[in-house]
């Protein structure tokens, strides 16, 4: 993932309005990449999955995740800081091959855009 994003007016039109659905998201509060292409009707998770890899490091990242509830590879200890200080409902590691992380409670983080943030 990119650390920084590049000016607004670099940015492809998509690329902006998953950005913008990143913003919106509530603290403690998670969309997966399929929620964010549903709620723009437009494209799939991997091409949101893609904008966020490249242009996602000024939006807060780690609201938009995997369906699993898996923590973003290569970004795991970033992510889990940032959902336990919003208090984003996470599921204890159990003993499996995937290591000692936790997953993201996804029945519970799940934000469905209702409400507003």
Do not use: C, F, K
Request: hydrophobic content about 40%.
């Amino acid at each position: 993932m990119s650390e920084e994003s590049p000016p607004a007016e670099e940015l492809p039109e998509y690329a902006e309005r998953v950005l913008e659905v990143a913003e919106l998201i509530p603290a403690g509060r998670v969309m997966t990449y399929g929620d964010v292409a549903e709620w723009l009707a437009e494209a799939g998770p991997r091409q949101v999955g893609r904008v966020m890899a490249l242009y996602g490091g000024a939006v807060p990242w780690w609201r938009v995740v995997r369906a699993d509830g898996v923590l973003l590879p290569g970004h795991e200890l970033e992510a889990l800081g940032h959902y336990r200080a919003e208090g984003t409902p996470l599921r204890e590691a159990g003993n499996s091959a995937d290591g000692q992380l936790p997953r993201i409670d996804m029945r519970r983080a799940r934000w469905d855009g209702e409400g507003g943030p």
